[in-house]
Protein backbone atom coordinates (compact mmCIF):
# COMPACT_ATOMS: atom_id res chain seq x y z
CA UNK A 1 0.00 0.00 0.00
CA UNK A 2 1.59 3.69 -0.69
CA UNK A 3 2.45 5.93 2.15
CA UNK A 4 1.09 8.66 -0.01
CA UNK A 5 -2.29 8.85 2.15
CA UNK A 6 -3.98 5.93 0.46
CA UNK A 7 -3.25 2.90 2.44
CA UNK A 8 -7.18 1.16 3.89
CA UNK A 9 -5.95 2.03 7.40
CA UNK A 10 -6.01 5.32 7.31
CA UNK A 11 -8.93 5.76 5.00
CA UNK A 12 -11.10 7.44 7.33
CA UNK A 13 -11.91 9.71 10.10
CA UNK A 14 -15.41 8.54 12.50
CA UNK A 15 -17.94 11.07 13.39
CA UNK A 16 -18.56 12.09 17.51
CA UNK A 17 -14.60 12.90 17.97
CA UNK A 18 -14.07 15.22 20.68
CA UNK A 19 -16.54 16.98 22.61
CA UNK A 20 -17.04 18.85 26.16
CA UNK A 21 -18.68 15.96 27.86
CA UNK A 22 -16.18 13.68 29.91
CA UNK A 23 -17.32 10.23 28.65
CA UNK A 24 -16.70 12.10 25.19
CA UNK A 25 -13.38 13.19 26.46
CA UNK A 26 -12.41 9.72 27.30
CA UNK A 27 -13.65 8.07 24.32
CA UNK A 28 -11.85 10.69 21.71
CA UNK A 29 -8.57 9.77 24.31
CA UNK A 30 -8.59 6.41 24.06
CA UNK A 31 -9.27 6.16 20.26
CA UNK A 32 -6.92 8.69 19.67
CA UNK A 33 -3.81 6.71 21.02
CA UNK A 34 -5.54 3.28 19.39
CA UNK A 35 -7.62 1.71 22.10
CA UNK A 36 -10.76 1.51 20.32
CA UNK A 37 -12.12 -1.07 22.28
CA UNK A 38 -12.16 0.55 25.83
CA UNK A 39 -13.32 3.63 23.89
CA UNK A 40 -16.67 1.51 22.80
CA UNK A 41 -17.44 0.13 26.05
CA UNK A 42 -17.31 3.40 27.65
CA UNK A 43 -20.27 3.94 24.92
CA UNK A 44 -21.81 0.55 25.13
CA UNK A 45 -24.41 1.45 27.85
CA UNK A 46 -25.90 3.77 26.17
CA UNK A 47 -25.87 2.44 22.45
CA UNK A 48 -28.97 0.45 22.98
CA UNK A 49 -31.04 3.87 23.44
CA UNK A 50 -29.31 6.75 21.80
CA UNK A 51 -28.63 6.17 18.03
CA UNK A 52 -25.95 8.79 17.92
CA UNK A 53 -24.26 6.62 20.59
CA UNK A 54 -24.97 3.54 18.88
CA UNK A 55 -23.75 5.38 15.74
CA UNK A 56 -20.29 6.78 17.69
CA UNK A 57 -19.43 3.21 18.97
CA UNK A 58 -19.87 1.08 15.74
CA UNK A 59 -17.86 4.17 14.27
CA UNK A 60 -15.22 3.41 16.68
CA UNK A 61 -15.42 -0.63 16.33
CA UNK A 62 -15.39 -0.02 12.26
CA UNK A 63 -12.48 2.04 12.57
CA UNK A 64 -10.36 -0.66 14.66
CA UNK A 65 -11.07 -2.96 11.63
CA UNK A 66 -8.98 -0.77 9.38
CA UNK A 67 -6.25 0.02 11.69
CA UNK A 68 -5.99 -3.59 13.19
CA UNK A 69 -7.32 -5.53 10.33
CA UNK A 70 -9.56 -7.86 13.36
CA UNK A 71 -12.65 -7.06 14.95
CA UNK A 72 -15.06 -7.51 11.89
CA UNK A 73 -17.94 -9.61 14.11
CA UNK A 74 -17.96 -6.96 16.65
CA UNK A 75 -17.71 -3.93 14.32
CA UNK A 76 -21.07 -5.98 12.38
CA UNK A 77 -22.71 -6.36 15.62
CA UNK A 78 -22.35 -2.69 16.38
CA UNK A 79 -23.75 -1.62 13.17
CA UNK A 80 -26.59 -3.66 13.40
CA UNK A 81 -26.93 -1.98 16.55
CA UNK A 82 -27.06 1.55 15.09
CA UNK A 83 -29.31 0.52 12.12
CA UNK A 84 -32.17 -0.88 14.83
CA UNK A 85 -32.18 2.40 17.16
CA UNK A 86 -31.91 5.32 14.10
CA UNK A 87 -34.84 6.97 14.15
CA UNK A 88 -34.78 9.71 11.21
CA UNK A 89 -33.19 9.66 7.50
CA UNK A 90 -30.02 11.40 9.04
CA UNK A 91 -29.67 8.61 11.52
CA UNK A 92 -30.59 6.02 8.92
CA UNK A 93 -28.71 7.79 6.24
CA UNK A 94 -25.12 7.82 8.71
CA UNK A 95 -26.10 4.57 9.77
CA UNK A 96 -25.69 3.51 5.83
CA UNK A 97 -22.87 5.22 5.37
CA UNK A 98 -21.07 3.36 8.24
CA UNK A 99 -21.94 0.14 6.94
CA UNK A 100 -20.77 1.24 3.19
CA UNK A 101 -17.32 1.96 5.18
CA UNK A 102 -17.36 -1.34 6.74
CA UNK A 103 -17.01 -2.94 3.21
CA UNK A 104 -15.59 -0.65 1.76
CA UNK A 105 -12.90 -1.67 4.29
CA UNK A 106 -13.36 -5.45 4.07
CA UNK A 107 -12.73 -5.47 0.33
CA UNK A 108 -9.79 -3.14 -0.18
CA UNK A 109 -7.78 -4.56 3.02
CA UNK A 110 -8.57 -8.15 1.11
CA UNK A 111 -10.88 -9.82 3.25
CA UNK A 112 -13.69 -10.89 1.57
CA UNK A 113 -15.26 -8.44 -2.02
CA UNK A 114 -18.19 -6.42 -0.34
CA UNK A 115 -17.77 -3.80 -3.16
CA UNK A 116 -20.66 -4.19 -4.33
CA UNK A 117 -22.68 -3.73 -0.95
CA UNK A 118 -20.33 -0.91 0.01
CA UNK A 119 -21.37 1.07 -3.19
CA UNK A 120 -25.15 0.19 -2.57
CA UNK A 121 -25.40 0.85 1.20
CA UNK A 122 -23.69 4.37 0.10
CA UNK A 123 -26.27 5.29 -2.63
CA UNK A 124 -28.79 4.35 0.15
CA UNK A 125 -26.88 7.40 2.58
CA UNK A 126 -26.70 9.66 -0.34
CA UNK A 127 -30.75 9.66 -0.62
CA UNK A 128 -31.50 9.83 2.99
CA UNK A 129 -28.90 12.64 3.84
CA UNK A 130 -29.61 16.04 2.22
CA UNK A 131 -26.90 17.97 0.72
CA UNK A 132 -26.04 20.61 3.95
CA UNK A 133 -26.48 17.60 6.64
CA UNK A 134 -23.60 17.85 9.08
CA UNK A 135 -22.79 13.83 7.63
CA UNK A 136 -22.64 14.38 3.98
CA UNK A 137 -18.79 15.21 4.14
CA UNK A 138 -17.73 12.20 5.65
CA UNK A 139 -20.09 10.53 2.38
CA UNK A 140 -18.43 12.25 0.45
CA UNK A 141 -15.10 11.65 1.75
CA UNK A 142 -15.70 7.77 1.37
CA UNK A 143 -17.19 8.00 -1.80
CA UNK A 144 -13.94 9.71 -3.01
CA UNK A 145 -12.32 6.75 -1.69
CA UNK A 146 -14.65 4.13 -3.63
CA UNK A 147 -13.68 5.87 -6.47
CA UNK A 148 -10.13 5.67 -5.90
CA UNK A 149 -9.54 2.42 -4.65
CA UNK A 150 -11.77 0.17 -6.29
CA UNK A 151 -13.20 2.31 -9.29
CA UNK A 152 -9.44 3.78 -10.13
CA UNK A 153 -11.13 6.67 -11.16
CA UNK A 154 -8.61 9.64 -9.85
CA UNK A 155 -11.39 12.08 -11.72
CA UNK A 156 -13.79 11.51 -9.49
CA UNK A 157 -11.88 10.63 -6.24
CA UNK A 158 -10.73 14.13 -6.60
CA UNK A 159 -14.02 15.81 -6.88
CA UNK A 160 -15.47 13.86 -4.19
CA UNK A 161 -12.51 15.22 -1.77
CA UNK A 162 -13.01 18.24 -2.64
CA UNK A 163 -16.47 18.33 -1.67
CA UNK A 164 -16.12 16.49 1.18
CA UNK A 165 -12.87 19.52 1.97
CA UNK A 166 -15.74 21.94 1.40
CA UNK A 167 -18.17 20.50 3.57
CA UNK A 168 -15.55 19.72 6.31
CA UNK A 169 -14.41 23.47 5.94
CA UNK A 170 -17.90 24.69 6.22
CA UNK A 171 -18.84 22.37 9.15
CA UNK A 172 -15.85 23.00 11.32
CA UNK A 173 -14.79 18.87 11.40
CA UNK A 174 -11.02 19.42 11.63
CA UNK A 175 -10.21 16.15 11.83
CA UNK A 176 -11.89 15.24 8.16
CA UNK A 177 -9.87 18.09 7.01
CA UNK A 178 -6.99 16.10 7.54
CA UNK A 179 -8.11 13.09 5.80
CA UNK A 180 -9.37 15.36 2.81
CA UNK A 181 -5.70 16.80 3.01
CA UNK A 182 -4.28 14.08 2.90
CA UNK A 183 -5.53 12.13 0.26
CA UNK A 184 -5.99 14.94 -2.20
CA UNK A 185 -2.08 15.34 -1.88
CA UNK A 186 -1.66 11.94 -2.82
CA UNK A 187 -3.27 12.48 -5.67
CA UNK A 188 -1.44 15.00 -6.28
CA UNK A 189 1.51 13.02 -5.44
CA UNK A 190 0.69 10.93 -8.32
CA UNK A 191 0.31 13.81 -11.04
CA UNK A 192 3.94 14.83 -10.03
CA UNK A 193 2.42 18.17 -8.14
CA UNK A 194 5.49 17.88 -5.48
CA UNK A 195 4.97 21.07 -4.10
CA UNK A 196 0.92 20.66 -3.66
CA UNK A 197 1.38 17.32 -2.10
CA UNK A 198 4.24 18.18 0.12
CA UNK A 199 1.90 21.42 1.43
CA UNK A 200 -1.65 19.50 1.60
CA UNK A 201 1.21 16.54 3.46
CA UNK A 202 2.47 18.74 6.07
CA UNK A 203 -1.49 20.71 6.96
CA UNK A 204 -2.65 17.03 7.64
CA UNK A 205 0.37 16.21 9.94
CA UNK A 206 -0.36 19.71 11.34
CA UNK A 207 -4.01 18.92 12.55
CA UNK A 208 -3.17 15.83 13.74
CA UNK A 209 -0.38 16.93 15.68
CA UNK A 210 -2.70 19.56 17.11
CA UNK A 211 -5.38 17.40 18.11
CA UNK A 212 -3.48 15.01 19.97
CA UNK A 213 -4.46 12.15 16.50
CA UNK A 214 -1.67 10.09 17.54
CA UNK A 215 -2.69 6.71 15.82
CA UNK A 216 -3.04 9.09 12.77
CA UNK A 217 0.32 10.76 12.75
CA UNK A 218 2.73 7.96 12.18
CA UNK A 219 0.82 7.33 8.35
CA UNK A 220 0.90 11.41 8.11
CA UNK A 221 4.58 11.42 8.92
CA UNK A 222 5.16 8.64 6.60
CA UNK A 223 3.28 10.42 3.75
CA UNK A 224 5.26 13.83 4.24
CA UNK A 225 8.62 11.67 3.65
CA UNK A 226 7.22 10.36 0.03
CA UNK A 227 7.21 14.57 -0.72
CA UNK A 228 10.25 15.66 0.92
CA UNK A 229 13.91 14.94 -0.37
CA UNK A 230 16.91 13.70 2.37
CA UNK A 231 17.64 14.00 4.36
CA UNK A 232 14.23 15.06 5.70
CA UNK A 233 12.59 11.60 4.51
CA UNK A 234 14.51 9.99 6.43
CA UNK A 235 14.02 11.50 9.62
CA UNK A 236 9.83 11.76 8.88
CA UNK A 237 9.86 7.96 8.96
CA UNK A 238 12.46 7.48 11.53
CA UNK A 239 9.72 9.42 13.76
CA UNK A 240 6.63 7.59 12.40
CA UNK A 241 8.76 4.51 13.17
CA UNK A 242 9.41 5.23 16.89
CA UNK A 243 5.62 6.59 17.11
CA UNK A 244 4.25 3.22 15.23
CA UNK A 245 6.20 1.19 17.89
CA UNK A 246 4.93 3.25 20.62
CA UNK A 247 1.70 2.59 19.73
CA UNK A 248 1.87 -1.25 19.59
CA UNK A 249 2.69 -1.15 16.04
CA UNK A 250 -0.52 -0.12 14.30
CA UNK A 251 -2.00 0.66 11.95
CA UNK A 252 -0.89 -2.89 10.87
CA UNK A 253 -0.26 -1.75 7.30
CA UNK A 254 2.22 0.34 7.79
CA UNK A 255 4.52 -2.51 9.00
CA UNK A 256 5.96 -2.82 5.76
CA UNK A 257 6.43 0.70 4.96
CA UNK A 258 8.76 1.25 7.77
CA UNK A 259 10.57 -1.90 7.38
CA UNK A 260 9.58 -2.87 11.30
CA UNK A 261 7.65 -5.67 13.08
CA UNK A 262 5.18 -4.97 15.24
CA UNK A 263 5.71 -4.19 18.56
CA UNK A 264 4.57 -7.61 20.63
Known sequence: MSGSGTAAGDNEPSPGYGGEHPIQTAVWRLRSRGCWSDAAALLEPHASAQPRIALQRASLLVERCLFTEAGWSEAEDAL??????????????????????????????????????????????????????????????????????????????????????????????VLLLSFTWRHLAGLALRDGELAEARHGFAESLRIREELGYLVGTAPALVALAEAEPEPESSRLRAEAGRLFRLLGGVPTWLAGQLDAEPAA
Open 80 to 173: RTAEAVARSDDERGAAACERGHLAYASTVLGVRDRADEARAALGRAAALLPPAAPGRPLLDFRRGLIAEHLADSTQAARAAYRRAHAGATTHGD
